[in-house]
């Protein structure tokens, strides 16, 4: 079992910085544009957790140009950065590096730890995509030590995932355990679902695989209650390949066939063929119907 959830940015949790602000009061027509570029933001953080990057990426394009048009340096952090989100997503890496370096500076110009935080969990998430993990350790490094909020959860977690790439899984648990000490005190359910995917990872690569199996309960449990597609259908395939080394076929198919069904229903045709590949041989050898395969 192998960790491939990419690190997502929780829009609701920013909305608040739009809000906060020791200047005088803007000018109403101002203020509405913020809302606008809030609601932009926010519908495309939901498309990006159903899966549809194309839209969300189109929203968050939407959030940066409201943004601009104020010069409000906060929504333009945040816009950046989502709009990298999206890009990398899609696999567009060229163009989501030219996003994380403007939002960087935005971040700097807005004065926000929390967005350059932000920024840098997703300079990371891009080195480590591309298979620069040296590259990601030292930009993480280098912001130690993390602070104790939710940017310093996430900080935390993309170091986990670099010492999992270095294979130093102990030192991978540890800071998934900081991080999950942090979201567990936020009450960011979403955070913790990654948390406990990562965690999962750990247990099933040190063949604790029962014990992997009850984190991905936990992660699904908590993908769930923030109705996050994406990771539901992710959660349900490694239940149903733990499920299998478990000796559950049954319980395994059923796991596999939700998975399917699901990506099926969100429109991932990658993501149902990585599932139908597990499906398939296990539906064939239990002598059950199986979905054809994906076009």
């Given at each position: 079992?192998?960790?491939?959830?990419?690190?997502?940015?929780?829009v609701?949790?920013?909305?608040?910085?739009?809000?906060?602000?020791?200047?005088p009061s803007?000018p109403?027509?101002?203020?509405?544009?913020?809302?606008?570029?809030?609601g932009?933001?926010?519908?495309?953080?939901n498309?990006?957790?159903?899966?549809?990057?194309?839209?969300?990426?189109k929203?968050?394009?939407?959030a940066?140009?409201?943004?601009?048009?104020?010069?409000?340096?906060?929504?333009?952090?945040?816009?950046?950065?989502s709009?990298?989100?999206?890009?990398?997503?899609?696999?567009?890496?060229a163009?989501?590096?030219?996003?994380?370096?403007?939002?960087e500076?935005?971040?700097?110009?807005?004065?926000?730890?929390?967005l350059?935080?932000?920024?840098?969990?997703?300079?990371?998430?891009?080195?480590i995509?591309?298979?620069?993990?040296?590259?990601?350790?030292?930009?993480?490094k280098?912001?130690?030590?993390?602070?104790?909020?939710?940017?310093?959860?996430?900080?935390?977690?993309a170091?986990?995932?670099?010492?999992?790439?270095?294979?130093?899984?102990?030192?991978?648990?540890?800071?998934?355990?900081?991080?999950?000490?942090i979201?567990?005190?936020?009450?960011?359910?979403?955070?913790?679902?990654?948390?406990?995917?990562?965690?999962?990872?750990?247990?099933?690569?040190?063949?604790?695989?029962?014990?992997?199996?009850?984190?991905?309960?936990?992660?699904?449990?908590?993908?769930?209650?923030?109705?996050?597609?994406?990771?539901?259908?992710?959660?349900?395939?490694?239940?149903?390949l733990?499920?299998?080394?478990?000796?559950h076929?049954?319980?395994?198919?059923?796991f596999?066939?939700?998975?399917?069904?699901?990506?099926?229903?969100?429109?991932?045709?990658?993501?149902?063929?990585?599932?139908?590949?597990?499906?398939?041989?296990?539906?064939?050898?239990?002598?059950k119907?199986?979905?054809?395969?994906?076009?």
């Amino acid at each position: 079992m192998k960790s491939s959830k990419h690190f997502v940015i929780v829009v609701a949790g920013l909305l608040l910085l739009f809000s906060c602000s020791s200047a005088p009061s803007l000018p109403d027509r101002v203020d509405a544009q913020k809302n606008s570029a809030a609601g932009y933001l926010t519908y495309g953080q939901n498309d990006f957790d159903q899966g549809q990057y194309d839209q969300a990426l189109k929203l968050f394009q939407l959030a940066l140009s409201v943004n601009t048009s104020v010069d409000y340096s906060k929504g333009i952090a945040v816009s950046y950065n989502s709009v990298a989100s999206a890009l990398m997503a899609l696999g567009r890496y060229a163009e989501a590096q030219q996003s994380l370096e403007a939002g960087e500076q935005a971040a700097f110009d807005a004065k926000s730890p929390d967005l350059v935080a932000q920024n840098l969990v997703l300079r990371a998430q891009w080195s480590i995509d591309q298979n620069q993990t040296s590259v990601a350790k030292r930009l993480l490094k280098a912001a130690q030590p993390f602070p104790s909020t939710s940017e310093g959860a996430r900080l935390w977690q993309a170091w986990a995932l670099v010492e999992q790439n270095l294979k130093h899984p102990e030192a991978a648990r540890l800071a998934l355990q900081e991080a999950l000490t942090i979201n567990t005190s936020t009450g960011d359910k979403k955070a913790q679902a990654s948390n406990w995917f990562m965690i999962g990872s750990l247990d099933s690569q040190a063949g604790q695989t029962q014990t992997a199996f009850e984190d991905l309960q936990k992660a699904l449990q908590f993908d769930k209650e923030e109705e996050n597609s994406v990771a539901i259908g992710q959660d349900l395939r490694v239940l149903g390949l733990l499920a299998e080394k478990l000796g559950h076929l049954e319980k395994a198919y059923d796991f596999l066939l939700r998975s399917e069904r699901l990506f099926q229903a969100v429109n991932l045709p990658a993501e149902r063929l990585k599932t139908l590949n597990l499906l398939i041989p296990l539906a064939q050898k239990l002598k059950k119907p199986s979905p054809s395969e994906a076009s």
